[in-house]
């Protein structure tokens, strides 16, 4: 394949699964939320290219890795979710590349790098999202980023159509990834990467996974449903520094909850929350943020659909 040329799909029978009114609560990692009124899972990378572009050309379009970094507010979305985890989930070498499609989880990356005796995936494991999320958020963690190691991504248009992107084609940055082009907006994701990693040890890379889980573990609140960080680092300092000098560690708002272990985490303890709740207590750090350092936080987790 020519890098840059568009790849032909022919417009075969459509062999995923359509769901309607789905509710999202089980697809995102805080267990909250409300409904999609479509769910898409496709089959394999042909079927989401041939599923896209039979859409109406204004069904608005979400895709959805393992919804670790995603809200989806009480009234729904009133459009379709492709959920791609378990979809196309290949993982493999292809020359001296890691090739991984979009719905691969990013830990098994980390531990098939490692497998590999290749050096530098590690930081993937402590990020539980998939590759299609990791690419769209830019994740990172231990000072790395998603974005570190991309030699190119395989993309696909609301036409079907896949191409082969260089990352020069990309505006990178923290926990952000969008593509140049304007005229290709936001109708533009991605179907499968290939990364490139310095060739390292496989003990030395499995024994930094062991030590980066254990930090994990040791710092952050895994046994209860959340989704990650919800606010940015601010330049120069902490978003859980600020939230815990607001005194606001363990302060909760019906079922949701700012987490007594790391504050930039709420969580949803017994799975009552709303998505409002979680929601209102976003809003209530930033705004004690605000008024305490005059900084306003941004949030890194992505909220989208209509509120009840
Ligand atoms: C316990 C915990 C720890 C975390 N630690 C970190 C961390 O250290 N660093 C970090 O960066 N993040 C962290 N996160 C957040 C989250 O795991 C990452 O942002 C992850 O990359 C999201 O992947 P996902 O597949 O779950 O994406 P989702 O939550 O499903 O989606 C996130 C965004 O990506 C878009 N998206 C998903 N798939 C695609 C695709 N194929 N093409 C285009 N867009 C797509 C979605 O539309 C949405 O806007 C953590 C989360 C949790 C729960």
Redesign the pocket.
């Known amino acids: 394949m020519i890098m840059g040329d568009a790849i032909q799909v022919p417009a075969p029978a459509l062999r995923g699964t359509l769901r309607v009114n789905e509710s999202m609560a089980r697809?995102?990692?805080w267990r909250a939320g409300g409904a999609a009124a479509r769910v898409y899972i496709p089959s394999d990378i042909p079927d989401l290219a041939a599923f896209l572009s039979r859409l109406p050309s204004g069904e608005p379009v979400?895709?959805?890795?393992?919804?670790?970094?995603?809200l989806v507010r009480d009234g729904g979305y009133r459009g379709t979710v492709?959920l791609?985890?378990g979809s196309y989930r290949a993982l493999r070498m292809d020359g001296e590349c890691v090739y991984a499609e979009?719905?691969v989880?990013?830990p098994k990356i980390a531990r098939f790098a490692a497998k590999q005796g290749l050096d530098g995936a590690e930081?993937l494991v402590?990020?539980?999202?998939?590759?299609?999320?990791?690419?769209?958020?830019?994740?990172?963690?231990?000072g790395a980023?998603?974005w570190d190691f991309v030699a190119r991504a395989l993309?696909v248009d609301r036409r079907g159509e896949l191409r082969q992107r260089l990352p020069a084609e990309f505006e990178i940055g923290y926990?952000h990834c969008s593509v140049r082009d304007a005229r290709l907006g936001d109708d533009?994701?991605?179907?499968a990467a290939w990364f490139r990693f310095k060739t390292g040890n496989r003990d030395q890379a499995h024994e930094r996974i062991s030590g980066l889980l254990e930090r994990?573990i040791e710092s952050?609140?895994?046994e209860l449903p959340?989704?990650?960080?919800v606010f940015r680092n601010p330049p120069g300092d902490h978003a859980a520094r600020m939230i815990e000098a607001c005194a606001l560690k363990g302060h909760a708002i019906g079922g949701a909850r700012i987490s007594e272990k790391h504050a930039n985490?709420i969580v949803n303890p017994n799975r009552r929350a709303r998505a409002a709740d979680i929601e209102a207590l976003i809003e209530h750090a930033r705004s004690a943020v605000k008024e305490r350092f005059g900084i306003e936080l941004q949030t890194?987790?992505?909220i989208?659909g209509e509120p009840a």
């Open positions: 697809h995102v990692s979400c895709m959805v890795g393992l919804g670790s970094n995603l492709v791609t985890h979009a719905g989880a990013s930081f402590g990020i539980p999202g998939t590759v299609g999320g990791a690419l769209a958020m830019n994740a990172g963690c231990d980023e998603t993309t926990r533009l994701w991605f179907a994990r952050q609140p895994l959340n989704a990650g960080s985490f890194e987790v992505r989208i």
